[in-house]
């Protein structure tokens, strides 16, 4: 049997890896003065990467275990298309709605932690549920949006209260539960126990395959009910919603500084993560009209969605592998 070994690092390199989503965080702030951005167009994606952050609290739990949720995305649009379907077809009351795509969003998180507590690794049981989600969720539709929400139900999605998106407000809130769950209860303990050492947890009578379920069964729930506060933001039920926000929801824990082996990290981790990455993908964005020419071409290269996507699979890449050497290697 192999000897697990595991090596302190250098404690400049710890510090580098807690330092590195402030210094990510400057450069995006650099950036968005270098455009001459005003606080009030900034704010205007804050909304957006709320709900993102929303979704990424749920996955910082399940990643503290070692585990991940590729399908939260997928189960998003599924809950929205739940909505849009039952109010245009069923005739439901549009809060019956809301409620039942909350449900579905937990049903479809439930089936995750079920095959999961089977024994099947969590990273192919989500990757197959998350195309599966997404595939259901454009069947049922056809492929084709539901608008014509009513108004009152989209205020929800547009209002703010004391002046703040209630979006973030959802951010806030899900922070708050999440820090008061994984740092302050015997859960949250359970939670590291599990992810620095299953079989140690196992033999100390963790509930291990019981917090599994509950694990992804709340990620369901969460992905539901940010999928109510999408639709009504954006005034429809689209099929796509939820395209690559596991991506992001994934990025931000990581960059926070969790471990994607999981017994390292924390809420406050992922809430830096979520400020560093919302405001570097925004800065992006009013970047977008920066052009390069490469040598041996004459048309210049532009930064685009697709380019900006790249470059967050690299820093997730890289920031990961960072974690990883900063916290010991084992072999």
């Known amino acids: 049997m192999a000897q697990v ?49 929303t979704l990424a609290v749920a996955l910082t739990a399940i990643m503290l275990t070692g585990g991940i949720d590729l399908s939260i995305g997928s189960i998003m649009a599924l809950a929205g298309m739940t909505l849009g379907l039952l109010w245009r077809d069923a005739h439901w009351p549009i809060a019956a709605a809301a409620v039942a795509a909350v449900l579905v969003g937990g049903l479809a998180g439930a089936i995750n932690g079920a095959l999961v507590v089977l024994g099947l690794p969590s990273l192919v049981v989500t990757l197959a549920t998350m195309a599966f989600y997404a595939g259901l969720a454009l069947a049922i539709s056809g492929g084709e949006r539901i608008s014509g929400l009513p108004a009152d139900f989209c205020e929800l999605g547009r209002e703010r209260i004391a ?44 509930p291990v395959r019981r917090l599994e379920l509950a694990l992804y069964l709340a990620s369901g729930l969460v992905a539901g009910l940010v999928a109510v506060f999408y639709t ?96 010991g290697t084992r072999a």
Not at 10 to 17: F, G, I
Not at 283 to 291: R, T, V, Y
């Open 5 to 53: 070994r595991t090596i302190t690092p250098p404690r400049w390199r710890q510090w580098s890896a807690a330092l590195a989503p402030w210094l990510m965080l400057l450069l995006a702030l650099a950036l968005l003065n270098a455009e001459e951005v005003k606080p009030r167009a900034v704010m205007r994606f804050w909304p957006a990467w709320a709900e993102t952050g």
């Open 163 to 206: 002046g703040v998106p209630t979006q973030v407000c959802l951010l806030g809130a899900a922070l708050m539960a999440g820090w008061i769950v994984v740092h302050h209860t015997r859960f949250g303990r359970y939670l590291f126990a599990i992810g620095d050492n299953r079989t140690a947890a196992t033999f100390a009578a963790v």
């Open 232 to 327: 009504a933001r954006t005034g429809a039920a689209i099929p796509t919603a939820g395209q690559g926000r596991e991506l992001e929801a994934i990025t931000c824990v990581v960059l926070g500084g969790t471990l994607v082996t999981g017994g390292f990290g924390g809420i406050g981790r992922t809430a830096l993560g979520i400020v560093v990455l919302a405001h570097l993908e925004i800065a992006l964005q009013f970047a977008d009209q920066l052009k390069i020419t490469l040598p041996g071409s004459d048309s210049p290269w532009q930064l685009t969605g697709q380019t900006r996507l790249i470059i967050l699979g690299m820093l997730l890449i890289a920031v990961a592998i960072w974690n990883q050497r900063a916290r």
